[in-house]
């Protein structure tokens, strides 16, 4: 029987997924500081997919690189680009196919998203997957946009809830934690094992503190910077800290390189050529380098009752956080026989290294690149551990963001400020943050 003209009928509510376009705010780099806020159309979320509005983004040193220079090592910008990766937000909207998420949902962002289909995400090591695109890179053409924007369309299997107590500026966080923990994996440290740490920015302390999270007991922190030293033994990131005086020698690699095809090292009249020059400059270098590290291990020395030989001095591990090749080159002069130098620090793309140091020493010298399977172990760490006033697995990542600015349209003086080591007042800058 058909219903009556009467017959009161309840509206259908389409899901979520099938709204149409919307108009948002984006913060979009055209070039060497020129940053500007422009609008952008976002559709719905597809399959899979979860549209998230974005609330806290970190500034890292690799945004900070493209906002200065429009490249990131050998990553040279070629159209623009929103940057920013260290992100969180609330799900807005719900693709179809996905399970397991509401509207409503808090999330951390996993933002490089790998094909999983080639042998290197079947082994479980996706973050080497060739066809990986990764927000705010110039790797990938067209580049995969950063999340500096009011709202994105991200895969639902690299979006990871949070609890509760997580707030949205420790959970952006997770994305370097994540450096750091993948770090410490790869070192896979002996517990008792001493470790030196070269570079107190936002990845040297996570990874110091994981170092210690994984049984390490002495964990040396060395920087230029003397506030970033006194911050990472006041919070608890590194058991001893040393400040590296500058200057620290510049790259030699480059100029090494050039003068490969040049003349000999000495003339007929026996005087020096610019081979030569740069071969003693190459040696001045590493015999800095060598006293540096003489002088870290010489001011961390342990108890003389627990002294070992000398035969063995050095740190069990070396994580070189910096990409610079001064570094590089004191880490391998700081491990002690059989240790690891870890490589984390991204800079100088071809260096001169001592590599007789590792041959001659046994020390394994291991690269990382980003991160994988790492931010449930990130959450993990940031959930409270029982009861009573129990202490924290970590440092509290939320007293790390030192600046906050509000809204896209500040992101400009939010790049200014994250190259700096200190603020206008001289206050720290360790971490800044863009709010929603």
Not at 15 to 28: D, F
Not at 141 to 150: A, I, S, Y
Not at 182 to 201: D, E, I, K
Not at 256 to 268: E, H, L, M, V
Request: proline share 6%.
């Amino acid at each position: 029987m058909a219903p009556s003209a009467t017959t009161e009928i309840t509206p259908v509510q389409l899901p979520a997924h099938r709204k149409g376009p919307q108009t948002i705010s984006a913060s979009v780099l055209h070039g060497p500081r020129d940053l500007r806020l422009e609008t952008r159309s976002i559709g719905p979320p597809s399959n899979g997919e979860l549209q998230v509005a974005v609330r806290s983004t970190g500034i890292c040193g690799s945004d900070v690189s493209y906002y200065k220079k429009f490249a990131n090592g050998d990553l040279c910008a070629c159209e623009p680009l929103s940057l920013g990766h260290e992100s969180s937000g609330t799900v807005v909207a719900v693709g179809p196919q996905v399970t397991g998420f509401k509207i409503g949902d808090r999330v951390a962002l996993e933002v490089g998203v790998a094909c999983g289909q080639c042998n290197i995400c079947r082994r479980g090591r996706y973050n080497l997957c060739k066809r990986m695109r990764f927000r705010s890179s110039a790797k990938s053409v067209p580049h995969f946009q950063g999340t500096l924007q009011e709202k994105i369309n991200h895969p639902a299997v690299w979006c990871h809830k949070l609890p509760d107590h997580v707030s949205f500026e420790a959970a952006a966080l997770l994305e370097p934690l994540s450096v750091g923990i993948h770090a410490v994996n790869r070192a896979s440290p002996s517990p008792g094992s001493t470790a030196l740490v070269m570079g107190a920015g936002t990845v040297g302390l996570l990874t110091a503190a994981m170092a210690l999270q994984a049984g390490c007991t002495s964990v040396i922190i060395a920087d230029v910077d003397a506030g970033r030293v006194d911050y990472a033994l006041k919070h608890g990131f590194a058991t001893r800290g040393f400040v590296v005086s500058r200057p620290l020698h510049p790259s030699t690699s480059s100029a090494s390189i050039a003068s490969n095809s040049t003349t000999s090292t000495f003339s007929d009249s026996g005087s020096m050529t610019p081979n030569s020059i740069i071969s003693n400059s190459y040696q001045g270098q590493l015999e800095h380098a060598k006293r540096l590290a003489t002088d870290i291990l010489s001011a961390s020395e342990p108890l003389p009752a627990y002294q070992e030989d000398e035969e063995d001095e050095g740190v069990d591990v070396a994580f070189e956080c910096t990409g610079k090749e001064a570094c590089m080159q004191t880490c391998l002069y700081a491990t002690r026989p059989g240790g690891k130098v870890i490589m984390v620090g991204m800079g100088t793309p071809i260096q001169t290294v001592p590599l007789s140091v590792a041959h001659l020493k046994e020390i394994d010298i291991l690269g990382i690149f980003r991160y994988a399977n790492t931010y449930a172990t990130g959450i993990r760490l940031l959930s409270p551990q029982g009861h009573h006033g129990s202490r924290p697995i970590l440092p509290n990542l939320d007293d790390m963001v030192t600046h906050r600015f509000k809204g896209l349209g500040a992101a400009k003086a939010a790049f200014e400020l994250a190259g700096r080591t200190v603020d206008d007042d001289g206050n720290l800058v360790l971490k800044v943050i863009i709010e929603a």
